[in-house]
């Protein structure tokens, strides 16, 4: 897959095309103010700080049960809650999960999700390090777009996933999460490169892997909006193994 290519070279084409050729809703009235400079910003409450966040989110896990709340629970093999670091500082969120997805009950564990790990990796992380959830927990059919009221139905359980990890980043993965989460209608143009005031989290907006598949050109652009997020979270790329 190239992952070294990928973080040993300056940000360039050429180290993107190393990397192998790969939200929750919101309401209107939960929509950020643009503050001043054209930065969005969420204002809410103080969010409830979890002690045992294991817990928390089993108890959002229960919550949830063997949900009928929205019609992707008819084609639905398992239901993908989310996985990862519990105290992650990064956290992932994409749009809703595919046939792999659905099968193992795991978010990104496709072809899609190998790039995701390869993204994670370049940026000097472990799978294991940081958290991965999407919008929806169901497949929906045929990789649709999830439907607004879809997103709508499952995005509170989203939202209190985010609000017991409280990660300082949160990367939303493509135009989907992106919408949902910030509750706004742009272009990926217009919505990437950019800070986002969301919940006690910074959120920036990428594109999702999926895409990345199909287009590896914007496999730089992808890179510099991770390396906005390492620069946030003092992150450095792996050394270059020794030649030794
Ligand atoms: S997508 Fe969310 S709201 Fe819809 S059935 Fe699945 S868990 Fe329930």
Redesign the pocket.
Known sequence: MGIYDFYRRDVTEEAMAEMPTAGAAVTADTAPPVAAGGEKTRSSAPLPVSQDKPAALKLIRED?GD????R??KG?TK?VFGVGNVNAELMFIGEGPGADEDAQGEPFVGRAGQLLNNMISAMGLKREDVYIANV???RPPGNRTPEKD?CD??SP?LMRQIEVIRPKVIVALGAVAAKNLLAVNDSMANLRGRWYDFKDSKLLVTYHPAYLLRDPRQKKEAWKDLQMAMKYLGLEPPKKPSAE
Do not use: D, Y
């Open positions: 949830i949900c009928t709340r929205c992707l629970h639905r239901l929806v927990k169901c879809e139905t499952c359980f």
